[in-house]
């Protein structure tokens, strides 16, 4: 009930109370005023509760110290009566002591049942595994054994409750944590934890402080060499204790923890060696038996120079433990963690994992699941399936629930969470490069380094080119671009299609339902390459949510909403003076909006690309519309400049997809505005020019121009633009001037073409709402045409610092498609303006229907 040999405490008492008699005469009052004053110093400066074994301690120490007072005292006056005057003084420490003992056993009760709890084990394999081990280590032949497994795979887990099943049996456990212990000190420390096995079995050894003596290279004690054998050798003196531990009658077990996690290799032979040592004498002559546990990764242990014919000399007997699937790891661990909850994961969501990648697609590898499963067998732990369903149950409280159950989105999360376990080096390279560069691929050619783009091996069309693909993504020679093939995979981007091969998607004659939207679907994910920019928003949201910075954005975008743009229109313009107040007052406000050298509307439209993701459609469109319309009118906005092609950035990247309205109302605002200058020169008028495309692309307006290219305009810009800084009066941005041209140019002739069509099916004056749409746009393209003719060239009063990027989200359309596709006035229903769906999917579902020819 009390930890330790608690009559040790009562002897101490005893005996410094007979050392102050033996100096200092006290009286017996003193004695009793002094414990109970410490014993009130104790209660005022620790937790009674938490403390009960330094309480039990501290009541022993005076009780010792009182009977051999009360002992004294009675030898020298023979007052019986003052003995039992004494005792009832002392009975108040006896209940304070009773008190302890209850409390202590209470507290051995609830912790037994705690204790009881902790191996909760999910597989009956570890079960299995956990009796193979305790067979092999009866064995007599077996000395020295070896736990092989990968990290994460639950052998620390394994051998808590061998420890707990071998002390019920009377053997003797000792567990070294080798991350703990230097080189230096490791021989003294192992003698230490054998030297308590002996004081547990009550024997006091001989040996092993001449031992732990020899070991710090000093001299023998000058007591050992007299009353003992002499100087003797380190051999002698460790077999002579080795024989002290094994005459005791018990098995000693010894458990290193993870000696792959060391990167000492000294330390790892050492300990290697020394065990092999304090096993050499397990023989019928001696009832007891020393056991080693080597716990360990063959993998690691490899990486740091140790080959199995080197490990055979010190271990017997090698056990791994039995592989368990990814699928029956995250859902029975799922299962067990969260009971009562809704499964988060699905098992089709688990068949879209690798090694399954059960994707409806084929791969560029025949053989990638056998290849995968080879791959990820010593990636795929219960440690690493466990932090993932965590990391997916947490999300609920982060991640929108929209984003969490629709698609491409849902899809994107789970990956990403699979990703961030279980190939976290593919998920530390897409927290810092865009998609297109994390599936770039290295290979060597006669020692130089040269890249490919996953995107552009779909293209490889000849025999020879599977070979090279098969060398390419070879799992032994490039692991790097096997993996990144895997997420490649996973995440969908290798649906991308190229135009040589949408051909093969056309079809002719009417298409019934609801096979028009499966090929819907195919379009815009092969042929569009929508999906590509689905997937890359949905990384980017997946990787920034959650963040400090990002809940302050989310936060001030929110409070924004509420405090100003809800306001009645005469009151926002205090109500904003009072929101920046407040922003400017709270710390969450200086490390997201107010920054340095940064514009407040800057944050502003970026801290709503964030919350967008948290509204609904209709919210989308009421708080875009009204922040835009605010901004314009708080900022007095009436010309092109460069503070306008600045802030306005995060705007086109954050815009939410697929909502033509917000598109159409930002144009409208631009459409008007007055041109002094050109900024030709000004690498950020090309950027903005490639992001109000790119947002133009996603709202569903057009789909013709290529987003690649889009996005290659502001990259180009970028990189024309530092060159022309290395030298004095440099070249102005000609490429980014000429492609912006032709982007123009294509999205002018598309908005015409799909304006003129409207123009033809609108004989009931229901689609004029989109005919309007596309005059603006190409009101907005003029503009831009305009200013890049415009002879007077702006000024460049300072360099852009900041740049984002950021996309947003596409909606389901299959309701709306049924409800037009079905309908016997089908420019009626288009006219209603159906909400999820893209006008350029409601030009193709009206000429399907034989309205639009």
């Known amino acids: 009930m009390l930890d330790g040999k608690w009559y040790n405490f009562i002897l101490l008492g005893a005996g410094v109370s007979a050392f102050f008699l033996k100096f200092n005469k006290f009286a017996w009052l003193e004695l009793y005023l002094f414990a109970v004053f410490s014993v009130i110093v104790l209660l005022l400066n620790s937790r009674f509760l938490k403390n009960l074994n330094t309480y039990a301690e501290f009541i022993l120490f005076w009780f010792g110290a009182f009977v051999f007072k009360i002992s004294a005292d009675y030898h020298t006056s023979a007052d019986i009566s003052k003995v039992y005057t004494q005792l009832v003084q002392i009975i108040p420490f006896l209940m304070f002591f009773g008190g302890i003992v209850c409390c202590k056993k209470y507290e051995g009760d609830r912790g037994d049942k705690i204790k009881k709890r902790v191996w909760k084990n999910y597989f009956p394999e570890r079960e299995d595994d956990l009796h193979r081990l305790e067979e092999i280590v009866d064995k007599t032949d077996v000395n020295l054994l070896a736990l092989d497994a990968a990290w994460g795979q639950g052998k620390s887990f394994l051998l808590q409750k061998f420890q707990e099943d071998r002390e019920a049996k009377g053997d003797i456990v000792i567990v070294i944590d080798v991350l703990s212990l230097r080189l230096d000190n490791f021989q003294e420390y192992l003698i230490y934890e054998l030297d308590r096995a002996l004081l547990s079995c009550g024997y006091l050894s001989r040996n092993s402080n001449l031992l732990r003596s020899i070991m710090k290279r000093a001299h023998a004690d000058i007591f050992s060499t007299i009353f003992g054998k002499g100087k003797k050798h380190f051999c002698e003196t460790f077999y002579d204790f080795q024989r002290e531990l094994l005459q005791q009658g018990k098995n000693i077990v010894l458990i290193y923890d993870d000696i792959d996690r060391s990167e000492n290799k000294e330390l790892i032979r050492t300990i290697l060696y020394l065990s092999e040592k304090l096993t050499s004498q397990n023989n019928a002559d001696f009832p007891g038996r020393i056991k080693v546990i080597f716990q360990y990764s063959m993998e690691h242990m490899e990486q740091l120079g140790f080959q199995n014919d080197f490990l055979e000399k010190f271990c017997n007997q090698k056990i791994g433990l039995t592989y368990i699937p990814l699928r029956r790891l995250l859902l029975e661990i799922q299962k067990q963690l969260y009971p009562r909850q ?428 989109y005919v309007q749409y596309y005059e603006i746009t190409l009101q907005y393209l003029a503009k831009i045409e305009e200013i890049m003719k415009c002879t007077s060239e702006g000024k460049v009063r300072y360099q852009p610092c900041i740049q984002s990027k950021w996309y947003s989200g596409d909606a389901d359309a299959v309701k709306e498609t049924e409800k037009l596709m079905k309908a016997s006035n089908p420019v009626q229903v288009a006219g209603e303006n159906p909400r999820n769906l893209k006008l350029v999917r409601l030009i193709e579902l009206l000429k399907e229907s034989n309205l639009g020819g």
Request: hydrophobic share 40%.
């Open 342 to 769: 809704d499964s988060v994961l699905k098992d089709e969501d688990i068949g879209r994992l690798a090694p399954y990648l059960y994707l409806g697609r084929m791969g560029l590898l025949p053989d990638e699941q056998v290849r995968a499963e080879h791959y990820l067998h010593s990636h795929t732990t219960i440690r690493r399936a466990k932090n993932m369903i965590k990391s997916l149950v947490g999300d609920s409280q982060v991640l929108p629930s929209d984003f969490r159950t629709s698609q491409p989105n849902r899809n994107t999360w789970i990956v990403m969470r699979y990703v961030e376990q279980f190939l976290p080096n593919v998920y530390d390279a897409m927290r810092s490069m865009n998609l297109r560069d994390v599936f770039c691929l290295h290979y060597n050619v006669k020692n130089e380094t040269r890249r490919i783009s996953l995107f552009e091996l779909v293209n490889l069309k000849h025999e020879d080119d599977y070979y090279n693909i098969d060398i390419l993504l070879s799992e032994d020679k490039y692991p790097e671009n096997f993996e990144r093939y895997l997420v490649w995979r996973m995440l969908g981007l290798d649906g991308v299609l190229h135009s040589e091969e949408t051909d093969q998607m056309d079809t002719e004659g009417p298409v019934d339902l609801p096979e028009f939207y499966r090929r819907d679907v195919r379009r815009m994910r092969m042929i569009d390459d929508l999906d590509y920019e689905d997937i890359e928003q949905g990384v980017r949201f997946i990787l920034a949510a959650g963040t400090a910075s990002v809940n302050h954005y989310i936060y001030y975008a929110n409070k924004m909403v509420a405090d100003v743009l809800k306001q009645p229109e005469a009151e926002r313009k205090r109500a904003f003076r009072d929101w920046a107040q407040c922003m400017y007052q709270e710390e969450r406000g200086i490390q997201t909006i107010q920054r340095f050298g940064i514009s407040v509307w800057w944050s502003l439209f970026h801290a709503f690309a964030f919350a967008s993701k948290y509204w609904k459609e209709d919210e989308k469109r009421e708080n875009y519309s009204t922040l835009i319309q605010f901004y314009f009118q708080e900022e007095a906005v009436e010309m092109f400049d460069q503070k306008l092609l600045d802030e306005l950035l995060p705007l086109w990247d954050g815009m939410p997809a697929g909502i033509s309205e917000i598109f159409v109302e930002v144009v409208t605002k631009l459409a008007s505005l007055s041109i002094c200058n050109n900024w030709n020169n000004y690498e950020n008028f090309f950027v903005f020019l490639s992001r109000s495309l790119g947002a133009l692309y996603r709202s569903g307006m057009i789909e013709g121009m290529d987003p690649w290219l889009i996005a290659n305009l502001a990259d180009i810009a970028h990189e024309e633009a530092f060159e022309a800084s290395k030298v004095r009066n440099g070249k102005p941005l000609e490429k980014s001037k000429q492609l912006a041209a032709e982007l123009i140019h294509t999205a002018c002739r598309e908005a015409g073409q799909h304006r003129d069509f409207f123009k033809e099916c609108d004989t009931d004056s229901c689609l004029s709402r």
